[in-house]
């Protein structure tokens, strides 16, 4: 009992620090904002494309780092949004190679990044710079008040661009053959998901680090279409689940001295083994 | 005049051709089924029929104030994914998308057209239900409706009976041969030769690269192609 007492005692205390709240506030952004991108991606089979850009993205910030640019972003962001640009749109003329030219792609990038780093010593510890990277370092409970302003304004761009493209979304994801023959640009959509896609990746690895970032993008969408069968449903649940599993992930990782990435997508991972079971009982009744 | 006109249509990708010499046409309440072997190059023809190819020459025109993209395409069965979420309601509204391309929520009269496709294909009692659930046959219907949303005027159904069963392909047959009777032209593809001829008034038969017949359904019948290509059909 004190032991629980103590913690929310504890938490209590945390919360009324400026830096918890504003991780909370960019953690839940970030998962929000990958959520609702990731029922496309899923639905799509495009699962691994979130990966593999940010797998690039770290490649672009070794090199960024090695080059000693003052704001990295001015590098990462865009070498990442060309590759999803690439991978979105020209991987689906190499049919049968799409899904190892990601692969390629992100190994690639992956070592790269690793070799720059390693031969360019940008600090004492490089390994340890390369794990926080990978895995997602302390950064977030060092945000500063402009990370915060940044993060409000791509998730208001993603949200508002989701809900004015809502149905076209449904329709090309559903079936694109179909929306092409009546004369949807589906190029131009394919595009504008691919650059938006690109941000979110970006925008977090900051929170859970390069290598955690898909889970982000894929778990929610995969825990609802275990347990809901319309589309609507699954982008309403996946958006609330995920802002959820944020939430208590930084919470969590708080309370007990985990690194936070990893326990945001251990929280994200326990909801869908939950939704998992929970719909194979639903399709037995 | 015909809705869609087909001349001397060369078909194919990147400058190799699949089938050459097309020339057809299909007017309102016609059904023209289009046969041929696997590898005559029909999957080619709907690809360019639904303007996602361009043929290699040959013109391809549109009558009657027909717009360049008024097509209502059935998929193929295949081309689904099995765990896709999304409702019956959903499906068929987004087929609506093409004649309102700018707004961004359905206004009433999509929800209009919607509800009345749904009701001619008998699936508005099932319009919550969710679409991986449904039976072939199903599927079919809401597909069919969904095209309907887009155009009451043209559609082109890709082998819509593969995979179904006897009694659920008569079905689907009976709706399709409704709808041309009330008016609407269809473009049907298939392979199985003897119950799409059964609602088809006229045939195409492509087969080694080229045309090898155009004409009515009697035409087809008194020319003894049919027979051929049944027996082809039968060795395979």
């Known amino acids: 009992m004190n032991t629980i007492t103590d913690s929310l005692e504890m938490l209590k205390l945390y919360l009324q620090q400026g830096f918890v709240i504003r991780a909370l506030i960019v953690g839940l952004l970030v998962a929000l904002c990958a959520s609702l991108l990731g029922v496309i991606l899923v639905l799509k089979r495009y699962s691994f494309i979130g990966d593999g850009l940010s797998h690039v993205a770290f490649g672009a910030m070794a090199a960024a780092s090695v080059l000693q640019l003052a704001n990295q972003n001015i590098l990462i962001l865009p070498v990442t949004v060309l590759t999803a640009v690439f991978l979105l749109t020209y991987s689906r003329k190499m049919k049968l190679n799409g899904d190892a030219a990601v692969a390629m792609v992100s190994v690639g990038a992956l070592a790269i990044g690793y070799l720059l780093m390693n031969r360019f010593k940008t600090g004492p510890n490089v390994s340890g710079d390369v794990c926080s990277t990978l895995f997602g370092s302390t950064s977030i409970l060092t945000l500063e008040t402009s990370d915060v302003i940044f993060s409000l304004i791509m998730a208001v761009i993603v949200v508002v661009s989701f809900l004015l493209f809502y149905h076209k979304i449904f329709a090309v994801t559903f079936d694109e053959i179909f929306a092409e023959s009546c004369g949807m640009k589906t190029r131009f959509l394919n595009l504008f998901i691919a650059a938006i896609i690109a941000v979110i990746v970006v925008m977090g690895m900051n929170l859970v680090g390069s290598l955690l970032i898909s889970a982000l993008i894929i778990f929610p969408a995969l825990s609802g279409m275990r347990i809901i069968g319309n589309f609507k449903g699954v982008v309403i649940f996946s958006a609330v689940s995920s802002s959820f599993c944020a939430v208590m992930g930084v919470l969590l990782s708080i309370l007990f001295g985990t690194p936070v990435g990893a326990t945001i997508v251990a929280v994200d991972l326990g909801l869908f083994l939950i939704c998992a079971l929970l719909g194979v009982v639903l399709h037995r009744g | ?236």
């Not at chain 2, 029929?49 to 040959?58: A, E």
């Not at chain 2, 391809?60 to 994914?81: A, C, H, R, S, V």
């Not at chain 2, 009433?108 to 046959?137: C, I, P």
């Not at chain 2, 005027?153 to 082998?159: F, N, S, W, Y």
């Open chain 2, 1 to 236: 005049m015909a809705y869609l006109t087909c001349k001397d249509l060369n078909i194919g990708y990147e400058g190799t051709p699949v089938a050459e010499g097309l020339s057809f046409s299909v007017s309102a309440g016609e059904c023209l089924v289009v046969l041929g072997e696997n590898g005559a190059g029909k999957s080619t023809l709907v690809r360019t029929l639904l303007r996602l190819i361009r043929p290699l020459s040959g013109e391809m025109l549109t009558g009657d104030d027909l717009g360049k993209n008024e097509i209502g395409y059935l998929p193929q069965q295949t081309e689904f994914q099995r765990d896709f979420p999304a409702s019956v309601e959903e499906i068929v509204l987004s087929g609506t998308l093409p004649k309102h391309p700018f707004s961004p929520f359905y206004g009433k009269e999509q929800r209009q057209t919607a509800k009345a496709n749904m009701m001619l294909m008998n699936v508005y009692d099932m319009r919550k239900k969710s679409f991986r659930n449904l039976s072939g046959g199903q599927k079919q219907r809401v597909l069919l409706a969904r095209a309907l949303c887009a155009t009451e005027r043209l559609l082109l159904l890709d082998e819509p009976v593969s995979g179904l069963d006897p009694k659920v392909t008569a079905e689907f047959y009976q709706l399709t041969s409704d709808l041309v009777k009330n008016g609407i032209a269809v473009i049907m593809v298939s392979h199985d030769l003897h119950s799409a001829l059964e609602i088809a008034t006229h045939v195409l038969h492509i087969g080694s690269r080229k045309q090898l017949f155009y004409g009515t359904r009697e035409e087809y019948l008194a020319s003894g192609l049919g027979k051929t290509f049944e027996e082809g059909g039968a060795s395979e």
